[in-house]
């Protein structure tokens, strides 16, 4: 059976139909499993670092600079915006807390980047 006259040329059209609806929505997913990576990753530097900061004889900068380390490993530098640490109360006992800020550029040519902190804490050791 041969094809009719006025069908020829239809699979581009529906190539093209059916790829303005996946290909955004590929890059949707993309962008939310890297924004979970990155979120992830950086929270748990930000985590070890106040577990470093911590330790008994250690300065909040010093997990300042355990979490830089561990996170210049992983991501790249200019996602992140700002590191800091700071001697806090956690529940009555003396504490660190690290605080990470970054963002997440958009992944395709348009969205909204997203700009996230995330927070490590942990209670000092007192050497008691």
Not at 51 to 78: C, K, M, Q, S, W
Request: net charge negative; proline share 5%.
């Amino acid at each position: 059976m041969s094809r009719r006259r006025d069908e020829r040329g239809s699979a581009v059209v529906d190539f093209v139909l059916v790829s303005m609806l996946v290909v955004p929505l590929f890059l949707g997913v993309l962008q939310v499993g890297l924004f979970l990576y990155i979120r992830n990753t950086v929270t748990a530097a930000a985590s070890e670092g106040a577990h470093y900061a911590a330790v008994l004889n250690r300065e909040p900068a010093d997990g300042e600079a355990r979490t830089r380390e561990l996170i210049g490993g992983v991501v790249r530098d200019e996602l992140i915006d700002g590191v800091e640490a700071e001697a806090v109360d956690v529940e009555g006992q003396p504490g660190v807390r690290v605080v990470v800020n970054a963002h997440m550029p958009p992944l395709g040519l348009w969205g909204p980047g997203i700009d996230f902190a995330v927070e490590g804490h942990a209670i000092k050791e007192t050497g008691e």
